[in-house]
């Protein structure tokens, strides 16, 4: 038997949303002409005079019998001629449940294909099926017995049965002639066809009406197809195709089935009608438009082979949900709803006349307004990507894109002009939306949609005209896509300067308004890549007015445009990002100020200049930055992936917007150091944990799995501080385990313990560092590890407890204080833990070796990084480093007498040591405050700098941005922080270097006795 393809398989990544639909009710259908209707139900009646009479007779006795068929005689001719032309099966839905009636119906069609002998025996079949679920849907929605999700629903799976029972017999028929010789089940000989029926629009969405067309693109997969015929497949499969249009669309003496629109297939004015998926795939990924895109929200394989067209929409997944914000799909629908409007006239919205389907308040504006938020956001956030209109309105209440009141307006308007709708069509069987003129016909719609009075009715359908209409203008004011005129003061000439023009850039508060002028003249002359296509320089121009204003207000705006005129010239295209600006004008105020204060962010930008789509979720980021937040956000984007490479671009598209997002929160001055410090440091950790685990399961197809053994990894220096900034390293160690060490791994290519953990290390670092189209992860630093840059990648847990307690060196153990694994299982990671924790509070430390090689490592730091530059925060005299030497020595000389001074954040152990007394209270509040402005200064940096922190380079807003952070003046800033770096220096050489200095010289020793525990 052959089954029906439920919607929610369609998309890998769509989400079960099971959301009703509001309950609304509509009135029963009245009679309009109670002499016409009359006279129809007498010449009814009497067609069951010599046969069943009394039966007939017992159904008109029933008042809501008699009422609903003399409503359907006064109101629909095309269902009166089917009572009449099928009075026998007409008894039948008045006595037996319109739910059984539709079953029995699609089974009996189900079974027939074996006993279809040519197309015409398959054509009166369908045909006779289609007069039989018309009545028995008309008369279960004009008694209220279905209400619309059911009754789409039902027209779409008869339409979807019909196309494979038709399908199936021309497949069938192509491999009795010789012509097909695929393998195929007995119960369905389209699968591993290669040929497929891909439904589009209403019928792709479960959401048909009475008279619909069915919109289909037909496609066959020459890797699947085994042609065995004379011609050439593409002339089997498009006479196929021919002879299936025949099937379904022309008029014989039984009707038809349905009307067939091949239209929507890829240039349809140039492509047979069949035509192959690759030619197909390189459309829609080279030339396809974003009207196409949104056709494909709905699109599902139908009929033939099923699996096939879902490989097909898997391909082309990522020309429908693109993973940036797409606000240029909002100006292309914007496009084709003013040419619906144009055709459809100007004028203020009426009943009579008014196309219930494309006119102002229409079903096509909700059906838009959905697919506009799907287009713009589906890529990001999967459970969008939902085909039918009810339930897309639903996910985005839930996502919080429309509130409950407006999700509630356009889904009662939607269900009310569906009906009114159904209602039209049900009339002649027309494919008509218009509300019809004339008195008469417009007494008869109202009667038909159950109101008493005209003027009700037309109250009823305007009101929700209106109301739909508001909500969709207010949706493209608020992308910014309702004013289309151009500032006509801003015309940039080449010949002249334009006087009005100059007067606009000076008024906006540009010092050098030639200058200005001439740059803008050049973006609107296509001097860059991003500005040399038609659209992307419209789109610019409408853009100048604002790009002036958020400038002029920035402290140099001069300067701020110069940067801006070179960010474009970097950007290797424009549409999408102008369109994006044009749909948020307030993200000029932000890109001003990373241009003016933050140059490596403005570099980071113009590389992928969409992370601009992760400001607009900022709130919601900050909401939810936590460590299983986060976990769980990029758990869900993976689900998406589609291989391994989807996986590790993927991941990079997710840290980067994550990492911008922190970026944002620091330039803006809306987080501490602290806070951030965090979010950065679970940002990483949720990386490298997450990749940790696919590259295993990828590296498992190979090598397979070694049981009972497992892999850590042990964060290091910032990371395992959780103090990482946004251009930290990974500093980690990979540490493995396994109860036997003499095995190999169960895959088709075994290795051994040790080989297996060095590879698979080695693949996991490529996963993190690989440059991908998506850029990279983190650069890894494992200088860290046993023996350095001489040791393996991945050391065993036995390797790594006897290096720390036999042949680690003081600084090793000084960079133990800030580790912490950070994946890994739980028993692995209890050892490693253990392992370090007891290193740390080692009885037998010799203190005096402790003290010398603290020294001697910080005097040999300063010979090879050592720095005068005050801004070089890590490095110069009285920065980070000695704060960090200052803590770490402290630990290791008291952990053993005192663990409670183990903590790993630098800030912590300060205040940690000043508590436990190690500290003196004024020099340790003194230490935190320095430290705590210094990690604050560098991140911002880093920040807006890069790694660089050369003295002639720092931007006069930058400073200006950390004076106000530091709460001080911008003349002040230089002083207060040599201030705070000789208190440091002055505290490191009491506690270390003038300690040290008395000490006599030492012979290099084992840091601890291994004897003393």
Known sequence: MTKLVNFMILDFSMPKVSIETSDITFHFPLISDETFATQKLDDFQSLYNDSSADVIKNILGNKDHKNLILAIFSNSPYLTRLLFVHSEFALRLFNEDHNDLLNEELKFLDNALEDINNISDLMVKLRIAKAHIALIIGFADLSEKWKLPKIT???????????????????????????????????????????????????????????????????????????????????????????????????????????????????????????????????????GLNWERAAMIKARPIAGDIEAGLGFLERIRGFVWRRHLDYAAIEDIHAIKKLIHEHHSHRDIMLEGHDVKLGRGGIREIEFYAQIHQLISGGREPMLRIAPTCLALDALALNGKLSKEENDTLQEAYVFLRTLEHRLQMINDDQTHEIPFGEENLHRISKFMGFEFFADFEVAVIKRFNAVHKLFNALLEDTNQTHDEDDKTLSFPLDQYHPATLEAIETAGFHDAKKAYEIIQGWLVGRYRACRTDRARDILKVLTPEILKAFGKHSDPDNVLVKFDDFLSRLPSGVQLFSFIKAQPWLLDLLAQILGVAPFLSSQLSRNPLMLDAVLNAENFKKNSSLPDLQNSLDELL??????????????????????????????????????????????????????????????????????????????????????????????????????????????????????????????INSITALTGEGKLYEVDMRLRPSGTAGPLAVSFDSFNDYQHGQAWTWEHMALTRSRVIAGPENLKEKIEKCTFNILTHKGRDQENLLHEVAKMRI????????????AMKQVRGGIIDI??????????????????????????????????????????????????????????????????????????????????????????????LAFQKSVLDLYKEIIEIPASNLKPHEPTNPIDTNKE
């Open 884 to 977: 960090e030497f200052i803590c770490q020595y402290l630990i290791l000389e008291y952990a053993s007498e005192n663990q409670n001074i183990l903590k790993r954040n630098t800030l912590k152990q300060i205040k940690t040591l000043t508590d436990e007394g190690y500290i003196n209270q004024e020099k340790g509040k003194y230490l935190y405050q320095a430290c705590y402005t210094m990690q604050t200064i560098q991140a911002l940096l880093r920040l807006c700098m890069g790694t660089t922190s050369r003295d002639d380079d720092r931007p006069k807003p930058l400073l200006s941005a950390l004076a106000e952070r530091l709460e001080c003046d911008i003349d002040d800033l230089e002083p207060q922080i």
């Open 639 to 764: 689900m998406t992936a589609r291989d391994f490479q989807d996986i590790l671009d993927l991941s990079r598209k997710w840290a980067n917007e994550a990492k911008f997002q922190v970026g944002l929160q620091i330039l803006r001055g809306s987080t501490d150091i602290i806070q951030s410090g965090r979010t950065l440091t679970d940002i990483a950790e949720v990386i490298l944990s997450t990749m940790l685990f696919h590259v295993k399961n990828e590296f498992s197809k190979k090598h397979g799995t070694i049981e009972n053994s497992s892999l850590c990894i042990l964060g290091m220096g910032k990371l395992g501080g959780f103090d990482f900034t946004t251009t930290s390293d990974a500093d980690i160690v990979l540490i493995y385990d396994a109860d036997e060490m003499d095995v190999m791994s169960d895959g088709p290519k075994p290795l051994t313990v040790n080989h297996y953990y060095a590879r698979l290390s080695q693949n996991f």
């Open 860 to 871: 040999r730091m300063e010979e090879n990084l050592g720095t005068e530059n005050i801004w």
């Open 153 to 287: 629903r039902a027209l779409s799976d008869f339409a979807e049965l019909a196309l494979r029972l038709s399908v199936n017999f021309l497949i069938k028929d192509g491999i009795n002639s010789g012509n097909l010789d695929h393998d195929y089940s007995s119960d369905d000989f389209s699968t591993n066809s290669g040929y497929v029926i891909m439904a589009m629009g209403k019928l792709g969405g479960y959401e048909l009406n009475y008279s619909s067309d069915i919109d289909l693109i037909v496609l066959f997969d020459m890797d699947i197809v085994k042609y065995s015929g004379r011609r050439s497949p593409q002339d089997f499969f498009i006479k196929m195709t021919q002879k299936l249009v025949k099937i379904m669309s022309d008029r014989t003496a039984d009707g038809y089935v349905f009307r067939t629109d091949l239209r929507l297939r890829p240039d349809p004015g140039a492509t047979p009608v069949a035509l192959s998926m690759e030619g197909a795939e390189v459309y829609y990924q080279s030339v």
